[in-house]
Nanobody, 126 residues
Framework: QVQLVESGGGLVQAGDSLRLSCAGSGRTFSMYAMGWFRQAPGKERDFVAA????????DYADSVKGRFTISRDNAKNTVYLQMNSLKPEDTAVYYC???????????????????WGQGTQVTVSS
């Protein structure tokens, strides 16, 4: 059974940085793309960033380009999201997700992922 566990969220001030981690188990993670999504109160879940199997392919939402960096360590079955220059509008629950098919590239399409973590809260105060 696949399990994804996020960590690293918290309460920070605008301009600060955070690094989220997502540790996985139950699958050979190096064969799957992984992604980060977020959901703010009262809003839909939105794409944040995605990374291919080897880490050489990445994609970002326009709202986070230049501020967030996704990376992965396949030896540790872990994906990271480094978030710099945080803004109040980045406040949300952040979820990591695992691609549904080995070798596929779901990018920002949340229906291309079929395993999700429980989420970690990020709150950015102004």
């Amino acid at each position: 059974q696949v399990q994804l566990v996020e960590s690293g969220g918290g309460l920070v001030q605008a301009g600060d940085s955070l690094r989220l981690s997502c540790a996985g188990s139950g699958r050979t993670f190096s064969m799957y793309a992984m992604g980060w999504f977020r959901q703010a109160p009262g809003k839909e879940r939105d794409f944040v960033a995605a990374i291919g199997r080897s880490g050489t392919i990445t994609d970002y939402a326009d709202s986070v380009k230049g501020r967030f960096t996704i990376s992965r360590d396949n030896a540790k079955n872990t994906v990271y999201l480094q978030m710099n220059s945080l803004k109040p509008e980045d406040t949300a629950v952040y979820y990591c997700a695992l691609g549904a098919r080995a070798g596929s590239w779901p990018g920002g399409n949340q229906y291309g992922y079929n395993a999700w973590g429980q989420g970690t809260q990020v709150t950015v105060s102004s």
